[in-house]
Nanobody, 124 residues
Framework: QVQLVESGGGLVQAGGSLRLSCSVS????????MGWFRQAPGKEREFVTT????????YYADSVKDRFTISRDNAKNTVYLQMNSLKPEDTAIYYC?????????????????WGQGTPVTVSS
């Protein structure tokens, strides 16, 4: 049973930073493509970023490019999301997801496992 547990969310002022973590257990983390998604109240879940399992190649949504950084530590079975220069529009529940496929994807339907989410609130 693969489990994903996010942590690190919270309340921050605009312009501030947060670092989210996602710990994965029960599977071979090193071969999972990992992604972060977010869902704001009343909106659909949207892609934030993803990182490949082998080369660590990362892709970002335009809305977070140059502000957010995804990274992974295969020895710790953990993926991180460093969020800088946060804006009120970044407020959402942030979800970590794992895909057994080696191909990165922006589609939530492509991911096999999901965490419970961690809330991020950015005040203006």
């Amino acid at each position: 049973q693969v489990q994903l547990v996010e942590s690190g969310g919270g309340l921050v002022q605009a312009g501030g930073s947060l670092r989210l973590s996602c710990s994965v257990s029960g599977g071979t983390f090193s071969v999972f493509t990992m992604g972060w998604f977010r869902q704001a109240p009343g909106k659909e879940r949207e892609f934030v970023t993803t990182i490949s399992w082998n080369l660590g190649t990362a892709y970002y949504a335009d809305s977070v490019k140059d502000r957010f950084t995804i990274s992974r530590d295969n020895a710790k079975n953990t993926v991180y999301l460093q969020m800088n220069s946060l804006k009120p529009e970044d407020t959402a529940i942030y979800y970590c997801a794992a895909d057994r496929s080696p191909r990165t994807s922006v589609l939530p339907s492509r991911y096999d496992y999901w965490g419970q989410g961690t809330p991020v609130t950015v005040s203006s």
